[in-house]
C-alpha cells in the first residue's frame, strides 16, 4: 500500500511540471509522441479518452486482445496501422514490473 501511494505521489509530482496539473491528472490525458501517436489520435479518441489507455499496463498479448476488442466495436486499423500501434501502446503502456 505504500509503495502504491508512493507510485501515485511520483504520477502526481512528474505531471505537474507543466504547472497546470489539476489533482486527477496522474494518468495522460494525451497520447505521448511517438510513431503511432496520429493513429491513436485518429482512431481511440471517438469512444472515449486517451487515458482510459493511458492508465493501462499490458503486455503483448494483453495489447493485441484490446485492440482486437476495440476493432470489433467499430475501431477501423490497416493490418499496418495495427501492428504499429500495438507496439506502440507496448512501448508506453507495457507490462509493470512485479
Ligand atoms: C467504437 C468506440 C471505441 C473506439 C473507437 C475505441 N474504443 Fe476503447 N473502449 C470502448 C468501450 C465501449 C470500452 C469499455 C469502456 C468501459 O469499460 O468503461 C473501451 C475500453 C477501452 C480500454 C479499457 C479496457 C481494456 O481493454 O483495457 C482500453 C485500454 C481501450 N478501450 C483502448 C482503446 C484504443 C487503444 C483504441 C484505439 C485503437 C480504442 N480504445 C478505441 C470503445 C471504443
Do not use: N
Amino acid at each position: 500500500m505504500l509503495v502504491f501511494a508512493a507510485a501515485l505521489a511520483a504520477g502526481a509530482a512528474l505531471s505537474a511540471g507543466d504547472g497546470k496539473a489539476v489533482r486527477r491528472a496522474v494518468y495522460a490525458s494525451t497520447f505521448p509522441v511517438g510513431e503511432g501517436r496520429a493513429i491513436a489520435d485518429r482512431a481511440c479518441l471517438l469512444c472515449h479518452s486517451a487515458s482510459l489507455t493511458t492508465q493501462q499496463a499490458k503486455d503483448s498479448t494483453g495489447w493485441e486482445k484490446t485492440l482486437g476488442q476495440m476493432e470489433k466495436w467499430g475501431v477501423r486499423l490497416t493490418p499496418a496501422e495495427h501492428d504499429t500501434l500495438r507496439h506502440y501502446l507496448l512501448t508506453h503502456y507495457g507490462a509493470r514490473a512485479k
